[in-house]
């Protein structure tokens, strides 16, 4: 069983910053990709950074420059530094991660994000 625990989320005003966590335990081996995608009220589920095992990093354009994503490979754990933000990064945040030989998919609970205006 493979669980991913978030936490981090919460309500801020606009230009504020917010530091979202994911650690994720049980039996997950080899993992291959760590990611936090988002869901605002009736819209899809986007994906909002990603960072591999060596560190490569893809970003939605609508973060660039203002969202950071890390990990501790040690620690199973991915990061999501979110500084100036906007109203309109108010979502559900859910932390993903692709582990194993056959690249199966986790995800966490989602953790609120509320930014206001």
């Known amino acids: 069983q493979v669980q991913l625990v978030e936490s981090g989320g919460g309500l801020v005003q606009s230009g504020g910053s917010l530091r979202l966590s994911c650690a994720a335990s049980?039996?997950?081996?080899?993992?291959?990709?760590m990611a936090w995608y988002r869901q605002a009220p009736g819209k899809q589920r986007e994906l909002v950074a990603a960072?591999?095992?060596?560190?490569?990093?893809n970003y939605a354009d609508s973060v660039k420059g203002r969202f950071t994503i890390s990990r501790d490979n040690a620690k199973n754990t991915v990061y999501l530094q979110m500084d100036r933000l906007k109203a309109e990064d108010t979502a559900v945040y859910y932390c993903?991660?692709?582990?194993?030989?056959?690249?199966?998919?986790?995800w966490g609970q989602g953790t609120q994000v509320t930014v206001s205006s």
């Open positions: 049980g039996r997950i081996f080899s993992i291959v990709v």
């Open positions: 960072i591999t095992t060596s560190g490569n990093t």
């Open positions: 993903n991660v692709v582990a194993g030989f056959v690249r199966v998919s986790h």
